[in-house]
Structures are given as C-alpha cells and as structure tokens.
C-alpha cells in the first residue's frame, strides 16, 4: 500500500532529446525535491552514462559532444541556507562536456550559463561566474595593468569563455553582458563593457574560421538591447544606447553590420524614424532567412515625468472609466508591456527603404515564418476590446500591408485569429461566428468562406458560445492547399474554390486522425513524402500512429493499443524517433524506433519499484444521466479487486475526462486533485464521470449526470454506499459545491477553489489577467448563458450559498489567498457560511498561493490533510488533531496537527 512517504520514490523523465544522427539520448531522471540524474542511452538501450545532481543535456549538432550541468547538491545547499549563509557564497554549477566517442568526461566549475550553436558544430560558449578559479585559462585581453579589476555581475558582465570541443582551445573575453551565435555560420558576436578605463568597450564578432576578431562598433558606457545575426552569419544587427545621462528619452539607434566590412553603419536614429515614433530597444530584431529584410521595432515616445515632484506630493488615485476599451485592473497588469510597447517595421536591403508595419491603428502584425514574404497582416481588437470583457470573444479587424510599398488593405473584420500561409498567398482563418474557416486571396483580395454547411465545428460544445475549430494540420507546398480538421479527418481544401477531399475517412470509425510534425524548421507539409498521423478511438479510446501516402490517399496504421502514445522528437538527420507508451499501469518510459514502430527499444525503467505496490486498474464504464443521455467515465479500482467486497469510492471530476482512459498517474503531490493510484492503492474506487451540460443549468447538469452514475456503481453491489466521498478544484469545486446542496449521498466532500456565489462572482476580477469574470458566466464555462439581470434565477438557483443550510456533508475547503482565476473570497463566503450553520467544515490557506499550491511542501501537506478527511470519513480512520482543533495562528508553521486521535 502507498504511503506519503513514498512518494518521494517515484521519479519523472523530463528533459528527454535525441542526437541528431539518431545514436543516442539523453534525459533527466528526476525526483521531486531531491537531485536529479543526468542519464545517456545509446540507441540501443545501453546505459553510457548517469551522472547525480545534474540536468539538461545537449548534444552539438555533429552529434560529437553531450553538454550538461552539474548542478550542487541540494542538500548542501539546503545546510548553507540553514546556517544563513550569503547566496552569493553558495556553490555554482559546473558545465560538464562528454565526448560520445572517447567516453571522455571535462568538467568546468563556476559556469553560470552556456551556449551551442545550433546548426553547427566544434565550439561551446560560456559565462564564468568568477574568473580567479580559471586562471589558467587563456585571454585575450593584452591590458597589463594593476589596478583592480571590475566585479563580474549583470552590469559589468561577465567573463565569456569560447571553447574548441575537438582541441580543448580556449578564448577568454571579460566584461561581455551579451552573447550570441549564427544558427549557421561559424561566428559568434558580444557586447562588453571593457576593462577599467573602458579599454575593449564594444560590440566585436569573432570568425572562428578564420580566428579574426572585429570590434565594429565602440563607445563608452553604451548599453546594448539586442544582439541579432542573420541565419548565415552575413548580417547582423544591435540595438544601442550611448547616452549616459538620465534623459527620459531615450536616443537608442539601430546599427547593421554585413560581411567583408569591418564597422557597423547606423541604419536608424530617434532623427531618422518616421515622425512620432523612436527607435525601440524591445522591438525583436530579426531578419528574414534570405538576409533580404530585418524586422525590428519602433515605439512611441514615453510619457514624461515631473521628476521633481517629491513621493508624497504625487496623487495616488485609479480613475476607472466606463468606457475605455480596457479596464483598469487589465491596463495595471499591462503597464510595463504598454510602456515598452514595440512597432514592427522593416528595412529592406534591396530597395534600402524602411517599411512601417505595426500602427497605433493596427498595432499588432503578422509576417511568414521565414520572412523572406513581402506582405504582413496587421490587426487590431480595439472595435471589440470593450465588449470583449463580457463576450468573451477576442476579434479583431484584419489589414495587409505590402512591405514593398507601405500600401494598407483592409481584407476582412471581426475575426478572432488569422493567420499567413506559408508563401503569404493568401490570409486565413476560423470565423467563429458562422462556424467557418475562410480563405483571403491577396492578390485577388477574394474572401472565401470554404466549410460552409460542413462541420468543422466543436461538436460537443456545451456552452453558450459560438462553438470552436478542431485545428488544422497546415499548408501543402506553394500555398496549393490547406488541410483542416474535423472532429475526425484530415480535410484538403483548395483555397480559392472550396472543393475538397477527405484524405483519412475516420468518421464511421469514430477515429480521429491528426498530422504529426517532425521537423520544426519546414514550414508546409510535403505531397511527396509520407505523413505520420496519429490515431485516437473515440469509443475504445485506442491510441496509436499511422502512415499516410499523398501520393495514392493510402492510409496504413503501424502501431495502435489500449495505450497513451506521445512523440518527444525526431532526430534531425535520422528517421529514429523518441516516444512515450503509457496506461494507468505502465509508466511512459522513453522508446526508440524507426518510423514504422516495427522494432522499438525501451530505453527507460524509471520506476522499477511499482511492482512492489499494490496499484490498481482503470476500465471504461457506461451509464445513462437523468436527461436519457448515455454517459462515460472512469472507474479506477483496486488491484486483487473482489468484486464481493464493499470498498470506499471517491467521485472525483471535472468535465469530460474519459479520453485520459490511458493515462498514467504516477503517485505524486498534486496541487488540485486527488491522486488516483495513490487511492486505489489504498483501497478505495475512483470514479470520474463526463458530465453534459444544458446551458442555463451547470449545477443541475452536473447532478443529472454524477448522481446516476454514483447510483448505477452502488447498484453493481462493490461500493459501499456509506462511504462515498467527492473531490474537485475549481469548476469542479464549484459543481461540488452544488451538488451537496441537492443531496446527502456523500458523506464527505473536498472542494477546492469553489464559486459558491455567481451573483458576487459574477461582478468579480480574474487578478492574473485583471479581466472582468463577466464573460466566464455569460459566454463560457460557467454556462449561466446571460446577467445576473438577464436571468436572475439562474444565478440563484445555481449559487450553493442559497441553499447552504441543505447542507449535510462535512466539507474541507481549500482557496489561497493569491488565486488569480477564482477570488478567494468565494471560498471564505462558502465557509464562514458553513461556520454559521456549525456545520463541519475547514478551510486552508495556503499564504501566497495561486490557484492551487505550487510549493512543495504546500502540495505535499494538502494531500496529507485531504487524505486524512477521506481516511477519517470514509474508513473509520482516527481523526488527526487538524481536524479536532485547528491550527492555531500562534502554531503556524509549526505544528501541523497530522497526529491521529485515539478512537473512543
């Protein structure tokens, strides 16, 4: 049986990558709060090495060289904090190099972070924390000066270290606060602050070709915002500040620098940019793969201050309008992105000519992946922005621009999301509300609506909202045509006439197929070489991959089973592929195949101690709701389950979650919900039913959908109808709430982060986001359909705080304090109401928490008190003294009250 304690056994892969030539992998093993394993695998399944306290493996790109950090021990580290020590004394990482031919193992101490490149290969780059402990590492700095050295820090920079991989040569450059590779040339570029009397104070690009260093650009006290190559390492562009005042504007420029010149030339000043605009140091600098444009950023100039006003002469005062596009909770969250707020614009080298693309008008713009294209889409949600907060739709109005010419064209409005194709041929979408996915000819300016009358529709949309899209897979070669989701298939569609073919013809299977992509650097899907799908069963919830020809629409399944199955990587010049295999029994260990799965090597045994456990099984089971639906859910029960003994069941849900039939759930200490083999193991039966909802009436759905479900397992005669528990965080809390305002079926219920009051909610802020919750009871998961003054019974009848005193299930309550979905009120509401009544409750705070806990010593006392409740409820275990007395203020932190009560 599990335990608490043992938890902390299982361990987790994460991490997980493949070389490029497809020979070896590497991955973290992981246990939580405890040092991790850095583990390589050949692709054999041999173990090459496993190293303690480490993580984040790299292999280069010639597949030669595994990186990784060592990382110090956390139990040292925890004594150093103990014993007060100053953070700046604790142990740093060490950068570990693995040669994969001579086994060879260099380790380098003092690393605070580290580089490859990323399509080639022979050279590493790193940031030393201290230079003292590598002082036999080589320099370039020729100054022979005495004086004291600058400290090394975030302002100053850092020493940078380059490293040869193959001869162990080494370069030092000091002082460098920015560093950057070409993605495909052998170059490197860094900004340093320079020695003590700004000696080698500058931008410099190093060739290791050639072993030449340049210093293009130099002033003193300058700081630099970006440092950008183009993908061949020709261009290369920087974005600088030289002033050393305190201006409030700031006069950055924008400076290029192009292969075979030794100095950098100023392409944009604050004097040269088009008028209200300044160039911006945010903007992303990026050019386009055929180094014929560079994107980068303008901004408006900042709002300036009275910087002579004293702190308590400034009014301290929020003036909320009724009329703004935003609310003031939303501009608050947003102030520093308003204030570093970018403009995309264009440089095109050709026609040396600057294009402006992102507005005040249309602030937010669209390019092709590769950016050689010359028209961008624009938008702007500003129409929509004030009723977006109760709609909850997004829209916005659609423009391109040719970046040729600067010419704007308004091509479509009132569209959620759309997008370019790969050759920016055309603009494209899903429109919501006509349920439809159109295409934009931009040379035509021809808008297509192309799935009319057809579902590409959520289906099984319950809300009241315009239902959304399945997805799509993307774009064939030359933009000839796009190929979308159903709720099954894989569409092609021509995207000026609509005419289409169904490629997968899963529908009468209930199989839904789905492209996956391996290779992240194309940006359309071949017609001349096979695709691998994967493949889901709606009904056995079967999962697996298929092969689908484009040239003959042949469809063939290579591996499919009662599993989970997920692709971690492809390697990038093998067709070897790294993927998981999961089911509530079997851990996704990592695998390794071709692409026909025929011959797959298990490459993991991350928990070999499962077997010592009891565990337990999952099934699909059927049942029918009170509305004469038929209904799915899960039922997880013990292992050795009699089917003539009673057992204990939980009832834990939240929406739809029979799909998840095949997923493993490794004993962990989760934020939010119970833990499924933990409990089982124990000896208790879970049940997880799909819930139905009938807009208006989510609390009565979710009644109409559980209570059968709880009634048609207790008929079965292996629950003990006695002893049933519930359990559900948030829109499960909520539904929770409700359901035992309506019944007296469960003798014990946690609920987590509920909403027992729509009417306040309603009126309510999502703090993350400073959104109005609105929208969430009008338009989403809530389902009330409508206002409080729309519909005020709805909200009524749906708020458990109206018929509180119903109430007699004992209740464990958990909401924290710093929750940005749910306001937390909602939960001191539901309790103190409950306190009223002296009917049996507890709350838990967990101070600074959002949503859910995320420390772990707060995840893990969760699950210790929610066990404790169940076990006290449901099994007839002692009662901790949490329960009998509470927590005292004046213990907090200290006693936790998880001792157990001798029974009377």
Not at 530 to 539: A, K, P, Q
Not at 560 to 570: E, L, N, Q, R
Not at 818 to 846: C, M, T
Request: aromatic residues 14%; contains cysteine.
């Amino acid at each position: 049986m599990l335990d608490h304690q043992d938890v902390a056994l299982w361990k987790s892969i994460k991490n997980d990558k493949i070389s490029p030539n497809g020979e070896f992998v590497v991955y973290d093993l992981a246990q939580e709060n405890s040092n991790s394993y850095v583990i390589l695998k050949s692709k054999q399944g041999e173990t090459l090495l496993k190293y303690h306290s480490a993580s984040n493996g790299k292999f280069t790109y010639d597949s030669k060289f595994l990186t990784f950090t060592i990382k110090p021990l956390k139990e040292t580290v925890d004594d150093m904090k103990r014993k007060k020590v100053k953070k700046n004394k604790f142990p740093k990482d060490t950068l570990a190099i693995y040669n994969l031919n001579t086994k060879a193992l260099t380790k380098i101490p003092n690393v605070k972070s580290y580089s490859l490149p990323e399509k080639w290969s022979g050279y590493i780059a790193y940031f030393l924390e201290d230079l003292k402990t590598n002082e036999n590492l080589k320099t370039t700095d020729s100054s022979k000066t005495s004086t004291k050295e600058k400290k090394v820090s975030d302002k100053n920079g850092f020493h940078l270290v380059t490293r040869n991989l193959n001869t162990k040569a080494q370069d030092t450059f000091k002082y460098v606060t920015k560093y950057t590779f070409a993605k495909k040339a052998e170059r490197l570029a860094f900004a340093s602050t320079g020695e003590k009397d700004h000696a080698n104070e500058g931008v410099f690009i190093y060739n290791f070709a050639n072993s030449k260093l340049i210093k293009p650009f130099t002033s003193v006290k300058a700081k630099y915002s970006q440092l950008q190559f183009s993908e061949t390492g020709k261009r290369f562009a920087f974005v600088v500040d030289t002033d050393t005042t305190k201006t409030q504007v700031r006069p950055n420029a924008l400076y290029t620098w192009e292969e075979g010149k030794d100095v950098a030339v100023q392409l944009h000043s604050n004097t040269s940019t088009p008028k209200g605009y300044l160039v911006s140091p945010h903007g992303t600098l990026q050019f386009s793969e055929d180094d014929s444009k560079l994107y980068f950023g303008l901004r408006t100039p900042p709002i300036l201050k009275d910087t002579t006003l004293l702190k308590d002469e400034i009014v301290n005062v929020e003036v909320w309008t009724y009329n703004e596009p935003r609310l003031y909770t939303v501009q608050e969250l947003q102030v520093k992105n308003d204030t570093i707020k970018s403009y995309q614009t264009v440089y095109d080298f050709n026609a040396n000519k600057t294009i402006q693309i992102e507005t005040k008008e249309f602030p937010d713009a669209k390019t092709t992946k590769k950016g050689n294209a010359n028209i961008a889409l624009v938008s702007t949600k500003t129409p929509y922005e004030l009723e977006s907060q109760w709609s909850g739709m997004r829209l916005r109005d659609f423009a391109t621009v040719n970046i040729k010419t600067g010419q704007q064209q308004m091509a479509f409005k009132a569209v959620a999301n759309a997008n370019l194709s790969p050759k920016a041929k055309y603009a494209y979408g899903y429109k919501a509300i006509d349920s439809t996915w159109f295409t934009y000819n931009i040379e035509t300016k021809t808008y297509n609506t192309i799935t009319k009358g057809k579902l590409f529709y959520d289906e099984l949309n319950d809300s009241p909202k315009h239902p959304s899209s399945y997805g799509l897979a993307g774009w064939t070669e030359l933009d000839k045509s796009i190929l979308l989701y159903d709720r099954y298939d894989i569409w092609k569609y021509n995207p000026d006439t609509g005419t289409s073919v169904n490629l997968t013809n899963g529908r009468d299977s209930k199989t839904v197929y789905r492209y996956i992509k391996l290779d992240n650097d194309v940006d359309f899907i071949s017609t001349y070489s096979n695709w691998l799908l994967s493949t889901f069963n709606e009904d056995t919830k079967e999962a697996g991959f298929a092969e689908f020809n484009p040239k003959n629409n042949k469809l063939k399944q290579l591996v499919k089973g009662p599993y989970t199955y997920k692709i971690s990587a492809k390697a990038e010049r093998a067709n070897s592929l790294l993927f998981t295999r999961e089911s509530f029994e079997e851990f996704p260990n990592l695998r390794l195949s071709n692409l026909d799965f025929k011959k797959q090597t298990i490459l993991s045994d991350a928990n070999p101690q499962q077997k010592d456990f009891n565990w337990g099984t999952i099934e699909l089971i059927e049942w029918t709701s009170l509305d004469g639906k038929q209904l799915k859910g899960l039922l997880a029960k013990p292992e050795n389950f009699n089917p003539n003994k009673k057992y204990p069941m939980i009832v834990n849900f939240y929406e739809r979650y029979s799909d998840r039939l095949h997923n493993h759930r490794a004993p962990s200490f989760g934020r939010s919900t119970i833990n499924y083999s933990f409990y089982t193991s124990r000896g208790y039966v879970i049940f997880n039913p799909d819930i139905e909802y009938r807009i208006g009436y989510p609390g009565e759905s979710a009644y109409n959908c559980v209570i059968p479900g709880v009634t048609n397992l207790i008929d079965k005669g292996f629950i003990d109808k006695d002893n049933i528990g519930v359990q559900g965080h948030s829109w499960g809390g909520y539904q929770i709430a409700y359901l035992v305002t309506k019944t007296a079926i469960f003798k014990a219920a946690e609920s987590g982060a509920p909403v027992p009051n729509m009417i306040s909610a309603y009126g309510g802020i999502r703090w993350w986001t400073g959104l109005s919750r609105q929208f969430q009871y009008e338009h989403t998961q809530s389902r009330i359909g409508g206002t409080p003054w729309e519909y005020p019974m709805r909200y009524i009848e749906n708020s458990p705080i109206f018929n509180i005193d119903k109430i007699n299930t004992p209740l464990l309550i958990m909401h924290n304090d710093a929750d940005g979905h749910v306001p937390w009120y909602q939960g001191i509401e539901f309790f103190v109401s409950l306190r009223r009544l002296g009917k049996p409750s507890w709350f838990l705070n967990y101070n600074e928490e959002p949503h859910w806990p995320l420390k772990y010593q707060n995840r893990k006392d969760f699950n210790i008190r929610m066990a404790q409740f169940f076990d006290y409820y449901l099994k007839g275990a002692p009662k901790p003294v949490w329960m009998e007395r509470g927590v005292p203020a004046v213990e907090k932190g200290i006693n936790q009250g998880y001792e157990l009560l001798e029974r009377n």
